[in-house]
């Protein structure tokens, strides 16, 4: 690899590297050269996206056949870009672990999608979806591509609907919009609590399409365990193939990465078992910057965890908070009781007592960080796992008393009916118990307003990028996104790097491929050979309680820097005592958590140094260091307004700080109160 | 609780498989279905035996991919996934018999998990709609009554986990194509190709080895979304006008 791009101190401090008064991650990271270069378009905003389309070359149908393209994952940014693509003509492969492209986790997503379609009248505009998005992301996202995100929503409804998506309708037959995540505008298109299931069926549906006519092949049960590249651009992946094991090559022109979020590097998230950092990270290995890791979304409604066997949390809506009342003991002494017996003068309804504006509908962070605070302090309510209980009450028995058990059956059915099925209790009769969870990780390969990382012919798609939500993402942000990217986005912008081709011809004897394929069988071979005591899941459990802990909700620098030392030191653990069953050569469960794993390691230091970094709290992300007089958030626009793009050095060596400056041309940046 | 389980142990699809039996014990009924399962492969692991594979992923009913017979049941005693099923559905000291999906349109990769790619290749034949990305009219140009938009989305709901077919005794694929037959059939977007979607997934769904039906109505019994088993009807009446048409 390429020696990194880097500057000397006193390079950095004149350009103005080291303004402030602290470099909390001196030690932990090299300072690079500043990213310059985003291609996005000059001009007046919103001609950005036509212009750019207009720029972008043309590829002429008859070459689209000869070209071919590798797209790693089937979720809603994966599919809808694979098929397309197809459509276009383009020679597609397309790949997921899962057994069928339809089980893609965009598939759980409950709440809905976002459009500016304004079908309300309701004053919502192109304009006002790009203001909330940038806004909501605490302003530290990229304005021209959060502009374009929402002068496309309003294609993706006009798409899905065609595809069949039924979405809830009106009595006329129009569709119906609800108001999401505080937003003052009715823009979010659903269908029931199953929104994302639908979006994805019928993207399925139109890559199962492409893949009768001839244009895409699929990849089930195949993991990506390596990019490969040849003269510092992307060429193709090496994949195992989960039921043979047989280490593939899969040469291409370009690959796009739609391979989902890293949420489970906490191994407690709402993410599916399988959702892995593995394929982006790879590419981040051989040369793609990983841009704001730390940033991550934990949502404040799900399931507490029931005991130490616990695998995954169950997220429920938001919308609960609408009519939820939440609280715990005022007294320690109480937290076992049986919650209807605590009476009213005894509980602590502490999000209306700290902010009586917003009470229960204080936003995500807020919501959250209460939550786990008033469980540290021992006044959190359930079973106690490792000694503490993490849970705190939702109480429906006002909303009962005041709409019917029938009103909220109407509004809540499905929610009250999946709560009971996982814990047993009843909610109409005893009060819900929820605690945070991560859902939702806004960092990711770093992309240019093309989606291309800095790797050529390398293209990052959906939740695997970093670009759209800043430090924090609305609520229905999600599937918009990742339908954005691969519907209307991508196949505009990477036609212009495939107009350069015809590419030089690659083989599968090339060194450079050779090479991949050899470090992966390696790496198998060195899983499978440790026979050391513990499990992957051990290992995974306990890097996810450091991240947790240190790297989660609050983080502090003492904190982090701790975090950094046991990641450290877990990791060679693993690379040393794993125990790893069974053979190369057959469908292995225990040896693809291994490889998964083994990259959450890495992935989680760099978090943590990133965060360490980060000395202001914004969006998802509190730092101890940074609040106001009442403890809240406070960012530093002067020294953080910058996405950090990180540069992998070499397994033994310090990560390289590139920025990328924020400026806003088109918005004011604003400090957010809730009190 | 204490459980003695009777697991299929089959190493791949070529060597023949076996019922083994394994006694877990301090099962927690908080547990669902499958963490008892992941306990179950900790202890494995540690005693050196290769863990039991199951296909799971979400893990909050949605996304399909778990699916076991328990004690003979598609997915259990309750009308939900394996993954949410807990165990206090089931009693301390009981003896629960699992098993892979039974039917030779899927067959076994290892252990619990089945092949059924069978059901993306009937989605192939015509479950969809043909429209190009960006070729879509404005979303408010066609009203589609609440009525309808209720009915196709009560049968989208489907998750194709395939337990319909694993309760069916003929094997049938019906409830799940009916499903989608269904789904597209009742929207005015799915109109221009429902003859041809209806005949090309018949037709892929027999040959791909699938039974037919014979109105048991286990399928319906089995589906954790409770797809209705009318969507069978509508997919035999969509096929005869079909063939009325010429197709």
Known sequence: MDMPDTVSAAEASASGFLDGDYDDAAGYYTPGTPLVDTKAPEGPIAERWQNRKFEARLVNPSNRRKLSIIIVGTGLAGASAAATLGEAGYNVKSFCYQDSPRRAHSIAAQGGINAAKNYKEDGDSVHRLFYDTVKGGDYRSRESNV?????VSTNIIDQCVAQGVPFAREYGGLLDNRSFGGVQVSRTFYARGQTGQQLLIGAYQALERQVSAGTVTTYT???????????????????????????????????????????????????????????????????????????????????????????????????????????????????????????EEDRDYYLERIYPSFGNLVPRDIASRAAKNVCDEGRGVGPEVDGVRRGVYLDFSAAIERLGKKGITEKYDNLFDMYERITGENPFEVPMRIYPAVHYVMGGLWVDYDLQSTIPGLFVTGEANFSDHGANRLGASALMQGLADGYFVLPHTIRDYLADGPFEEITEDHPAVVEARESVKGRIDHFLSVNGTRSVDSYHRELGNIMWEYCGMERTETGLKKAIDLIRSLKDDFYRNVKVLG????????????????????????????????????????????????????????????????????????????????????????????? | ?????????????????????????????????????????????????????????????????????????????????????????????????????????????????????????????GGYISVNTGSAPEAHSVPVPREDALRAFNVATCIGCGACVAACPNGSASLFMGAKITHLGELPQGQPERDS???????????????GCTNIGACTAACPKEIPLDVISQLNKDLRTAIRHGH
């Open chain 1, 147 to 151: 502009y374009r995100l929402a002068e």
């Open chain 1, 221 to 343: 049960r195949h993991e990506m365990m390596e990019l490969i590249t040849v003269d510092g651009k992307a060429r193709g992946i090496i994949a195992r193939d989960m039921v043979t094991g047989a280490v593939e090559t899969h040469l291409a022109d370009v690959v796009v990465l739609a391979s989902g979020g890293y949420g489970n590097v906490f191994y407690l998230s709402t993410n599916a078992m399988g959702c892995n950092v593995t394929a982006a990270w790879r590419a981040h290995r051989k040369g793609a910057y990983m841009a704001n890791p730390c940033y991550t979304q934990i949502h404040p409604t799900c399931i507490p965890v029931s005991g130490s066997h616990q695998s995954k949390l169950t997220l429920m809506s938001e919308s609960l908070r609408n009519d939820g009342r939440i609280w715990v003991p005022k007294n320690q002494a109480d937290c076992d009781k049986d919650p209807r017996e605590i009476p």
């Open chain 1, 583 to 675: 053979s190369a050569e057959t469908l292995n469960q225990s040896l693809e958590k291994a490889g998964r794993v083994a990259d959450f390691f890495e992935l989680g230091e760099l978090m943590c140094i990133d965060a360490l970094n980060r000395r202001e709290s914004c969006g998802g992300h509190f730092r101890g260091e940074s609040q106001t007089e009442d403890g809240e958030a406070l960012r530093h626009d002067d020294e953080y307004a910058y996405v950090a793009a990180w540069e992998w050095a070499g397994e033994d060596s310090i990560p390289v700080l590139h920025k990328e400056d924020l400026v806003y041309t088109a918005i004011e940046m604003k400090q957010r109160s809730y009190k």
């Open chain 2, 1 to 125: 609780m204490n459980l003695t389980l009777k697991i299929w142990r089959q190493p791949d699809a070529s060597s023949a498989g076996a019922m083994h039996t394994y006694q877990l014990s301090d099962v927690s009924p908080d547990m669902s279905f499958l963490e008892m399962l992941d306990v179950l492969n900790e202890q494995l692991n540690e005693k050196g035996e290769d863990p039991v594979a199951f296909d799971h992923d979400c893990r909050e009913g949605i996304c399909g991919s778990c699916g076991l017979m328990i004690n003979g049941d598609a997915h259990g005693p309750e009308v939900t996934t394996t993954c949410q099923l807990h165990m206090r559905s089931f009693s301390d000291g009981e003896t629960i018999t699992i098993e892979p999906w039974r039917s030779d349109a899927f067959p076994v990769i290892k252990d619990l998990v089945v092949d059924r790619s069978a059901f993306d290749r009937i989605v192939q034949q």
């Open chain 2, 197 to 211: 979607r209806v005949v090309n997934m018949v037709a892929q769904h027999d040959h791909e080895g699938f039974g």
